[in-house]
Structure formats: C-alpha cells, structure tokens
C-alpha cells in the first residue's frame, strides 16, 4: 500500500523529482521561494500562496525564483525561458489572473511550434488554482479551463486526487508542449495513496474510476469526489454508475467518453464552471454528435449557473454542483 499524502505533499514531490532529475527545470512565481534572506537556513520559505513549493529554495537556491506581483512578467518570462531551452513551472497564483497575462499563452505560447514548423518547443507548465469552494469571492474563485482547453496549442490538465497530481504534473513538465496545470480547490486538502517514486499519468487519458452499468457520471478536478458521491447514493437506490475522471481537457480522451456512453446509454456530466462554452457542453455535444445511437435517454449536464462565484457561504453552496443535485438529475431520467 502506498503512503497517504496530500494534494499539495504529491505536487511538491513532482516539483522535487523533476528538479532533481532535469537540471533545466526552473520554478518561479509570486513568493514561491519568500522574498527573504538567502543565506544559510534564513530563506524565509512562504511556497507560494499555499505553501506548496515550501522547502524546494534550500534544496535549489538558483532555480526557485521569486517575481515581481506582475502575472504579464510571469508567463511572459516563462514562454522566453522555454524557448531558451530550459523548462519552467510558472505559479499564476489563481486562474482568475489569466485575463492579465493571456498574450503570452493566447498568441505565442501557444502557436510557435506550429508557426516554426515544429522546429521550436515551448516546454511551459503553468500551475494555477481555480474553482470555488473556499470563500474567496467572485474575482478568485472562477473555473477558467474551459477557456484554456479551447485554445489550440495549449494542453489543459486537472487532477482530482492526489496521486493523480503527482503524476500528471511530471507529464506535464516533461512535455515539449505548454500544459495548464489546474489545481481545483475542492480536492486542494484532500489525502490519498500516492505511489513512491518517479512516475507519470499520460496526459490525454480519463481514468474510469468506478464501474456501472446504468449511468455515466462524468466529471473533472473536484467534480469527480462529487460524482463519487453521487454513485454512492444512488447505488443504494439500486442505480449503478460508472464514474469517469476526465483529468485531461485537452487532448480530450473522447473515446473513453463514448464507450461509457456506449456502456450505459445514459450519460450526466459534471463541471463546476459556468455552462456556455464549458466542458460539459463540449462532453455533451461529442455524446449527441458522436454517440446518438447509444443513447437511451438525454444527457444532462450539472454545472454552475450562469454567474459570478458569490462570496456569501450559502450562497456559494448552493453555486456549486453538489452530489445532491447529481442525483436528482439522474433520477429524472430514470
């Protein structure tokens, strides 16, 4: 049995493992090393607005690099440090942030392979944390990588457990590719088994998480513990659901979603951000466009309104899908 870890223990080994095993791997970001005295034992080590990259400035003093407040120079200097060579985890601190450096990702990041003919890589990974759940209000609390995920040439990851982060996170800083790498706030202090070692996840793939025969609950990032949930609860109602975790956006693994459909017929997917132009709408329209004639009843999607994540904790309860909501959806197509 492997040994229970959390999300942010499994995303600073990744860091580690890829530090100590590639010397071109760089971390910088806002704090992530603290801003304080760099000889000796001194550094003061904030790791980040939550800490998660505490203790990596005294293991490589010359690779963890603090920034200016400025998320323009950030993923500016990340996509130029890339294109040098080297391989840098950028921190935007939340993805709420990406309206002020989109340039950089949107029009160079995301292009130069292809406009170079394939003769340059962009090996950038952008760490960054969205969705709602910790009372952050509207401006850091949005989930954004619906907008990341449409960008060609930009790949889009979001874990939803923490083995799954440590491993994705070390795809993602290997890949010759720029990954957002999404860290959702509902699973941020969630524990689970983490294997020893180094190891990846392959970007592109979903896991099947739990096996059904009635309905297909799909979801991503802190939707997958919802969708869980929501299994549990119905299968004491007799339902038995699959449930898959995307976990990758973009490459989207459309052939896992059209063979759970094709297993149950019935599919309700799952996402926490706003519903126009989202991931469920996307994961929807494949079932509808690609699997109609697997269909036996509508899919449904569970997603947040078409609003602004409020700041009143009620308020943001009732916001966000909850397993509550998960299951009367599937019992209106039964």
Known sequence: MSPQKSFGMAVNEALRIAMETDPDVILLGEDVAGGGSREGDDIDEMGGVLGTTRGLVKAFPDRVLDTPISEMGIIGTAVGAALTGLRPVAELM??????????????????????LGG???????????????MGAAAQHSQSLYWMTAGIPGLVTVIPSNPAYAKGLLLAAIRS??????????????????VPEGDYEVPIGEAALVREGSDVSLIGMGAMVPVCLAAAEQLA????????????SLQPLDESAILATLEKTGSVVVVDEATPRSSVASDVAALCVDQGFD??????????????????????????????ARVVETVRGLR
Do not use: W
């Open 94 to 115: 939340f993805m709420d942030f990406l309206g002020t450096c989109l340039d950089p990702l949107l029009n160079q990041a995301a292009k130069l392979r292809y406009m």
């Open 294 to 323: 697997f269909l036996n009843t509508p899919v449904r999607r569970v997603t947040a309104p078409h609003s602004p994540v409020p700041f009143s904790k009620v308020l943001e309860d009732a916001y966000m899908p909850s397993a």
């Open 176 to 193: 010759d590719d720029p990954v957002i790498f999404c860290e959702a706030k509902g699973v941020l202090g969630a524990m689970g088994e």
């Open 236 to 247: 004491g109602e007799g339902v038995q659901a699959d449930v898959l975790d995307l976990r």
């Open 119 to 133: 003769k340059a890589r962009v090996p950038l990974t952008v760490r960054t944390v969205s969705g709602a759940g």
